[in-house]
Structure formats: structure tokens, C-alpha cells
């Protein structure tokens, strides 16, 4: 090791080029082939069950979230120049090669189901544009008449009306998104208005605002950094050295995800932000450690001090890095493939900067010299009274006050707890009064509702879904979950066409307005639409043989609680379901987006456990002495008890950023106590008594652990100007995190420390 050691000081400039060389390469490497996912379908685990079988029944029935453009005219949509808008817009619209031209519905593509003398007969509402009083007052007739269109495509007020549009696969693009606005907005003059929403909107918009908002964090974090670094080290040496570490760790950390093929998923936009204030612990422990050996030996040599700095540091650097990056390796217990990666290179990303901080920061001294020593430092040392060692003194005074706050602290966090809750939707993570949300809320105000879940009902038996008694219970499902849930605006399945074939059948007469008696009736209906209408709208409903059913149901929210609780009524069913032999399943991007956030809460929950476990062991055979390992875990899961409670009481929800909570906490949190506990040892080795050795403890790492929370707190709170409100929730969860972590280190771990005598055993 010393040989490495003075060979690396000898050839410092040697390292220096070939590190700076590689950080290039791959800066060059990530800027060419770094690919953004906006798919938000690809974040989930294509070989889960749920998602296997939803991408199979959206298959069958064509399933797909369509790009929703609103129409309003505040005078009504009943006139020659509304209605020859809703035929030109979704004439264009259908000519885009990103949408799917027979998967565009508006009042001028709509099948208006009839009856006639020869039978059932299924027309368009109007293909000329009407422009007499008589042809208009015949739609509008026609249009209220029909329940199938009536409330779905035309609001209540009857002065909105709805075009939407299916799109390819992905086909979504921002630029695609810009040109849907720009063909809306052509549509507008004094009396109308355009909106455009839907699922595809508020994913795409997510993903390509997450890269335009971290790249407008990193110059901010870059900028505090600085500033804070040279505040506490007094050095431009030292916070250049330490600087330049995390920028280069971000680099291969990026530069390694290009190079494997990994894409940058909107929460991997975050890792730049983590590196810079989690990379620069190190660098702060090292130069902490220097600038308290040149104070007290004045005339060091160069090289004697950076070895000095070294032997000492390693340890510790070592551990804290380890124990950082397990936290973070610990996400790949989830199934969630963003949550996944974003741990695997932030945890490589903390070791790179653990190996350039012992390697770039010695050469860099060896280089451009020693940074001057304190005169803080050698003020506080000289008064032998300095603030460090009075705390320490007064919290081995009253030890119980830590152990009571502590013990209160839990005990408040398990009430908050109860109240934790998930939250799938993408809406909430824009600001309220966002156009994207505001848009959103409009159509849901008039419509059935933006957000969808399928329930499939699936059968052995083929035309099970022509039985009257099937079909009735779908039916009453139907009208049970529209007026016992607010958030359920509408539903649609093959029920409604039976209805409605059943009415116009018998003269429009609404007596007839139900599920017709005879299967062979239903049948001979069914006959007659596939015969004269658009089968491809029939099997969106039903499959060929009439054995599955999908069930569309529309949702005026697209978060966790409003679509758990359409789940909760629909399982109210399963049993009379199963009793006609009929299987009950869920398909759709609302119910693919409520699996992943349960998926989310395992992950949660299984990489807490482990990592707390790992980092028990770790530091149990570091320190060889498991009471040790436990003890340093204590801060942490105080930490965790706060910002879950905190989270419960608040009432913020766990989602894909806030469930990177838990490890980052542990990851970062547990550095102080590494650092804390090897200082103890020492100076307990040293001969020191409790009070002596606390008193030394504190004033060395006590100082660093001050230095390294200050740092890492201004870095996550830089988060809070983003725009959106998750991120802002993450960088003040972390910061509060940080905090609850450096006190708890230095209050009930060091009184477990005093307890414990672990250190003094031998001796005594």
C-alpha cells in the first residue's frame, strides 16, 4: 500500500491526465449516445404478471390513451361554423401519420346507431356540414337522443364538444405535441376556444420537462456548492480539488449509463444533483483532517501531510462510501426499472468519487501545494474551551434528554405513518395552476373524465356475453360505480350498444332502454350492427366470439386513491361474476399506473430492510463489534421514522421521486456515523476516559460531519426551485433528512457510545 501510495505522489500528474482524459472521453460518449425515455409504458416490468396480461387484453380491444382536444363555444356547438370546425380539425387530424386514422372520433365520425323500417341502421350524424334551421334542430335532436354520443362527445351545457385521437405506439413527441397545439390554436377566434389534454399529453410533457428543469438545477447546485465549500474550507485549492472530484465522477456516471445503452429516465435526471451533494463528503473529511494536522504541526513537509491525511482518512472514506453505495444498491430490490437504475449509478457514481477523491485530491496537492492552515482552527485549539467540547461535556451530562426526545420523536412518527399513502398520478406532479392541469380539470369538469381503467370480464364459454343475465350484471356494475363514485364520471361497454339497438328498435320508446330479454335477440341485434355499422368500434368492447368484455370506466383523477376505490366497488362483484363462470381482471394505463405505485411500496419497504441490514453487518465487521453496527444505525432510523411520519402528517404521498426517500437517507445519513465511530475508536485507543475521548471525537469528525451536513443540505435544497412539486418535496424531505441525521450522530448515538463503553472494555 505505501508503494501504491508514493508512486501515485510521485507521478501525480501522471494520474491526473490519464483521470481528466477519461472524464473527457466520456463526456464525449454520453453527449453523443445518451438517450431520453418519454415511454412511460417502458418503466415498468414487462414480465410482471399484471402488465403481461394488460398488454395482452390491449391488444384484443385496441386499448389506447387518446390526445383529447375540447371545442368550446359558449353560444353552443349547434351551429354551421362549430360543426365545420369539428370537420376540418379532425380531417386533419386524421392525416397525421402519429395518429391512427380510423382511431379519430368527433361528432363528424361518430356512428349514430338508427332504427328503420328494413331494420337497424347505423349512420353518420352529418357529413355536409348543416346550415339550415331544420337540419341543425335534426342534430341536435339526434345527438340528445343518443345516450351512446349524448354526455360522451357533447357536454351537458351543450357548448363543448370532443375530437379524440388515438396515436401510434410511440409515436409521442414534443415536437408532435407542439404541432397538435398548433393546429388547435389555428381553430380559435372570438367564439371558440381549443384545449388539448389526455394521458399521452401529461406523460410526454412530464418527460420532457424533467431534463429541461435538472439542467436548469445543476448550474444552481454547481453555484452553491462553491460557495458553500469555500466558506468552510477557506481554501480555493480545497474547493476546486474537491469540486472538480463530483464533477467527474458525474461524467463516468453518465458517460457508463451511454455507454451500456441505458437511457435517462426522468427520475435519472436527479443523479447529477445527488453526486454533487453527496460526491463532496469526502474531499470536506480529507481537507478537514489536513487542515487539523497542519495546525498542530506547523513546517509539515507536502508530502508527509498528504500521507498523514491519507493513512488516516482511508478508513473511514472507505466505509462511508460503501455503506453510501449500499444504500443505494439496495433499490434494486425493486421492480421498477427508473428506481432500479437510478440506484445501480448513483451507487457507482459514489464509489467513482470515492477513488478520484484519494487519488485527485493527493495529486492535486502534490501539484498546486498545501492549503494554508486556520487560523479558526488554531484559535479554537489554543483556548482548549472551544464549543465542541462544552457540547460534549453537557450531552454526557444529560444523557436522558437524548433518550427522551428520541423516544418521542418515534412515537409522533408512528401516528404521521398511519396516514402515508401512494399516489400514481402523473398530474400532480406539475403545479396546480399549470395550463397542463388546468386543461385537464376543464374536461373532466365536462366529460366523464381524462383517466381510464379497463375492468376485462373473461369467460370459458363462447357468447357468454350475449346472455341477458351476463350482460344485466354488467349493466347494474355500470350504474352502481357512476352514481356511487364522484370520481367516476362515465363507463362504456357492450351493454350500452344492446340498449341502444334495444330502443331504437322499438320506436325510440325509453321503456326499451334496457338489455333485451333473449339471447338470440342480442345476438340478432349484434348481427345487424356488424352487418350495417363499423365492427372495428364493436370489438373495442368485445372479442370475436363474444367471450371477453372490456369495460372502459372514465375517471375525473388519474391518482392511486381514485382508482383504488373503482377497484374496491368493482370487487363487490367478483363473486356473482364467478358464479356465471366469468374471471375478473383490470387492464389500461390507470390500472398498470396503481400496480406500479404498489410496486413502488415493496421496492420501499424490501430496500429499507435490506440496506439497514447490510449496513449493520458492515459496520458490525468493520469495527468487529456488533453493538457498534447497531448503534451507528440509530440516527438513521430516527431519520426514517421523522420523514415518513412527516410524509403521513403532511400529507405527501410516496411516488417515484419521494420513494428514492428511505436510501438516500440511510446512504447519506449513515456517513456521519462512520466517521464518528472511527474518530471514537482512536481516541478511545489512545488511553483517553469517556469525557476525553467524547470531547476529542466531537472536535474532530464533529467538525467534518458539520462541514459535510452544511454541504449536502444547501445541494437538496436547491430542489426546492424546481417546478415540480415532488422534486421540491424530495429536496426538503432530504434536507430535514440530513439534519435529523448529523444531530441524531451527535447526541443519542454518542450517548449509546458513552453507555456502552464498547471501547473501553479491554481496558477496564
Do not use: C
Amino acid at each position: 500500500m505505501k508503494r501504491i501510495l508514493n508512486w501515485l505522489l510521485d507521478y501525480s500528474w501522471v494520474s491526473m491526465i490519464v483521470i481528466l482524459f477519461i472524464s473527457v472521453f466520456a463526456f464525449y460518449w454520453m453527449k453523443e449516445n445518451t438517450q431520453m425515455e418519454t415511454d412511460l409504458d417502458e418503466y415498468m416490468p414487462k414480465n410482471h404478471p399484471a402488465f403481461i396480461y394488460s398488454d395482452e387484453a390491449e391488444d384484443i380491444f385496441n386499448i389506447k390513451d387518446g390526445i383529447i382536444i375540447a371545442i368550446e363555444n359558449k353560444n353552443g356547438v349547434y351551429n354551421p361554423i362549430t360543426l365545420k370546425k369539428i370537420k376540418d380539425l379532425t380531417k386533419e387530424i386524421q392525416k397525421l401519420p402519429e395518429v391512427e386514422k380510423d382511431d379519430v372520433t368527433s361528432l363528424y365520425t361518430a356512428d349514430n346507431i338508427i332504427g328503420t323500417e328494413e331494420g337497424l341502421d347505423v349512420k353518420a350524424f352529418y357529413k355536409n356540414v348543416p346550415k339550415s334551421d331544420k337540419d341543425l334542430i335534426k342534430l341536435t335532436h339526434n345527438v340528445r337522443n343518443n345516450d351512446m354520443i349524448n354526455l360522451r362527445l357533447v357536454s351537458q351545457d351543450e357548448t363543448v364538444t370532443l375530437i379524440i385521437a388515438n396515436i401510434h405506439d410511440d409515436a409521442f413527441s414534443q415536437e408532435f405535441y407542439q404541432q397538435i397545439l398548433n393546429i388547435s390554436h389555428s381553430y380559435e377566434d372570438d367564439e371558440h376556444k381549443l384545449y388539448v389534454a389526455g394521458t399521452p399529453i401529461v406523460e410526454g410533457t412530464l418527460a420532457h420537462l424533467a431534463p429541461k428543469d435538472m439542467a436548469k438545477m445543476i448550474p444552481i447546485v454547481v453555484v452553491v456548492i462553491l460557495i458553500v465549500l469555500f466558506l468552510l474550507l477557506r481554501s480555493v485549492k480545497g474547493t476546486l480539488l474537491t469540486f472538480f472530484v463530483v464533477i467527474i465522477s458525474t461524467l463516468w456516471t453518465f458517460g457508463l449509463m451511454a455507454w451500456i445503452g441505458i437511457p435517462i429516465y426522468s427520475v435519472s435526471t436527479m443523479i447529477p444533483v445527488m453526486l454533487i451533494a453527496i460526491g463532496v463528503a469526502d474531499g470536506i473529511h480529507l481537507f478537514n483532517h489536513l487542515q487539523l494536522h497542519i495546525s498542530q504541526h506547523p513546517g509539515v513537509n507536502k508530502k508527509d501531510a498528504i500521507k498523514d491525511m491519507i493513512s488516516h482518512m482511508l478508513s473511514p472514506v472507505i466505509m462511508t462510501s460503501v455503506t453510501t453505495a449500499v444504500g443505494f444498491i439496495s433499490l434494486l430490490t425493486s421492480q421498477v426499472y427508473p428506481i432500479k437504475y437510478f440506484g445501480l449509478f448513483t451507487a457507482f457514481g459514489v464509489m467513482s468519487a470515492m477513488v478520484f477523491s484519494l487519488i485527485f485530491i493527493p495529486a492535486g496537492l502534490m501539484i498546486f501545494g498545501l492549503p494554508k492552515a486556520s487560523k479558526k482552527i488554531k484559535e479554537s485549539k489554543a483556548s482548549g474551551d472551544n464549543f465542541a467540547y462544552r457540547v460534549a461535556a453537557y450531552l454526557l451530562k444529560h444523557k436522558m434528554i437524548s433518550i427522551y426526545v428520541s423516544v418521542f420523536i418515534i412515537l409522533f412518527s408512528i401516528v404521521g405513518m398511519q396516514k402515508i399513502w401512494i399516489n400514481s398520478s402523473f398530474l400532480d406532479k406539475f403545479e396546480k395552476d399549470s395550463e397542463i392541469v388546468l386543461t385537464d380539470a376543464y374536461i373532466n369538469e365536462k366529460f366523464g373524465g381524462t383517466s381510464n381503467i379497463n375492468l376485462i370480464l373473461e369467460s370459458k364459454e363462447k357468447d357468454q356475453f350475449k346472455d341477458p343475465e351476463t350482460l344485466r350484471l354488467v349493466d347494474l356494475l355500470q350504474e352502481d360505480i357512476e352514481s356511487s363514485l364522484d370520481v367516476v364520471g362515465d363507463s362504456f361497454s357492450l351493454s350500452d350498444y344492446l340498449r341502444r339497438m334495444n330502443k331504437v328498435m322499438h320506436a325510440d320508446r325509453e321503456d326499451f332502454n334496457t338489455i333485451p330479454d333473449s339471447k338470440d335477440l342480442n345476438a340478432q341485434y349484434l348481427l345487424l350492427y356488424e352487418m350495417s355499422g363499423d365492427p372495428d368500434n364493436l370489438w373495442k368492447v368485445v372479442n370475436y366470439d363474444y367471450s371477453k368484455l372490456n369495460v372502459n370506466i372514465q375517471l375525473k383523477s388519474d391518482d392511486s386513491k381514485s382508482i383504488r376505490s373503482a377497484i374496491d366497488l368493482i370487487k363487490q362483484y367478483e363473486g356473482k361474476f364467478n358464479e356465471l363462470g366469468i374471471d375478473v381482471n383490470y387492464a389500461g394505463s390507470g390500472y398498470k399506473a396503481l400496480v406500479f405505485t404498489d410496486l413502488i411500496l415493496k421496492g420501499q419497504i424490501s430496500s429499507l430492510i435490506l440496506s439497514l441490514l447490510i449496513v449493520i453487518v458492515l459496520l458490525s465487521v468493520m469495527f468487529k463489534k456488533i453493538i457498534v453496527g447497531l448503534a451507528a444505525t440509530v440516527p438513521i432510523i430516527l431519520t426514517a421514522f421523522i420523514s415518513f411520519g412527516l410524509m403521513g402528517a403532511l400529507n405527501i404521498p410516496l411516488s417515484t421521486t419521494t420513494a428514492l426517500l428511505s436510501s438516500i437517507a440511510i446512504g447519506i445519513g449513515i456517513d456521519y456515523a462512520v466517521h464518528f465511530v472511527e474518530q471514537y475508536r482512536l481516541n478511545a485507543e489512545k488511553g483517553l476516559d469517556l469525557l476525553q475521548t467524547a470531547q476529542n471525537t466531537m472536535y474532530h469528525s464533529g467538525r467534518a460531519i458539520s462541514f459535510n451536513a452544511i454541504v449536502v443540505i444547501a445541494g437538496f435544497m436547491v430542489l426546492l426551485f424546481s417546478v415540480f412539486p415532488p422534486n421540491r418535496e424530495l429536496g426538503a424531505l432530504i434536507s430535514l433528512n440530513m439534519f435529523t441525521s448529523f444531530l441524531g450522530t451527535l447526541t443519542i448515538m454518542l450517548v449509546i457510545l458513552n453507555y456502552s463503553k464498547v471501547f473501553f472494555k479491554k481496558k477496564n
